[in-house]
């Protein structure tokens, strides 16, 4: 059986924050890593070129990933705290994305060889969440 950290995908919702108190609840407490996505402008970048000075966009696109990772960080802390408290041990990471966030969320399992990965219902009704 894989002994990696389980692997907490986390953006602060209350399905992600309700995952991580039945995770707390179901799984054998241990190391875990609280994921938070966010998405990277730089490869849309070159898009904008064709509109705006290059430096403009480098710029502006440096920013906005300065920011969204910035505030991935801060999502992934909030659910480490959360992790911790539910009996793991939690370390946050920021995990940036060029495409779908499960993409990045897999890969980033797929690196920390997670034993298993904890995710809220993402908004799904009641039925299709049971």
């Known amino acids: 059986m894989n002994q990696g950290p389980v692997l907490i995908a986390y ?13 707390g609840a179901v799984l054998a407490h241990g190391p875990a890593v609280v994921a938070t996505a966010w998405t ?3 490869g849309a970048a070159p898009a904008a070129l064709l509109a705006l000075p290059g430096d403009i966009v480098r710029d502006s696109a440096g920013m906005l990933d300065d920011a969204g990772r910035e505030a991935a960080e801060r999502l992934a802390a909030e659910g480490a705290e959360l992790a911790r408290a539910a009996g ?6 920021a995990v940036r994305s ?13 690196e920390l060889d997670a034993r298993v990965i904890v995710a809220g219902s993402r908004g799904r009704s009641a039925i299709a969440a049971a």
Do not use: N, T, V
């Open 40 to 42: 990277s402008f730089e």
């Open 98 to 110: 060029s495409g779908p966030f499960f993409a990045a969320l897999l890969e980033a399992a797929r």
């Open 11 to 23: 953006d602060g919702s209350a399905h992600a924050k309700a995952a991580i108190e039945r995770a």
């Open 88 to 93: 793991f041990e939690a370390e946050p990471r």
